[in-house]
Nanobody, 124 residues
């Protein structure tokens, strides 16, 4: 099992930036993809971005492509989500997740390990 701990959430104004971090521990050797999801109030959890642990290939939801950047630091077992040009609709609880899938996936059911989530609030 992989344990994930997110940090970096908080309150930011519209147009501002925030960087989330996710530190993985435990059986990380089986992890192939690390991803970020988010859940806004009253909405279902949705895919945001993901990165291949081995080759660093990234993919994003269309709604965040451009302003958001996912990156990793294998030495620290850490994944980051840099969020720029934040909008009020980016307000959500952001979750880090780990998948053993060998293929790019946006399906939550392919992610077997989840963090506790970190709140991001964008105020206007």
């Amino acid at each position: 099992q992989v344990q994930l701990v997110e940090s970096g959430g908080g309150l930011v104004q519209v147009g501002g930036s925030l960087t989330l971090s996710c530190t993985a521990s435990g059986r990380t050797v089986s992890t192939k993809i690390m991803g970020w999801f988010r859940q806004a109030p009253g909405k279902e959890r949705e895919f945001v971005a993901a990165i291949s642990w081995s080759d660093g290939k990234t993919y994003y939801a269309d709604s965040v492509k451009g302003p958001f950047t996912i990156s990793k630091d294998n030495a620290k077992n850490r994944v980051y989500l840099q969020m720029n040009s934040l909008k009020a609709e980016d307000t959500a609880v952001y979750y880090c997740a780990a998948s053993r899938s060998r293929f790019q996936t946006r399906d939550q059911t392919d992610f077997g390990s989840w963090g506790q989530g970190t709140q991001v609030t964008v105020s206007s």
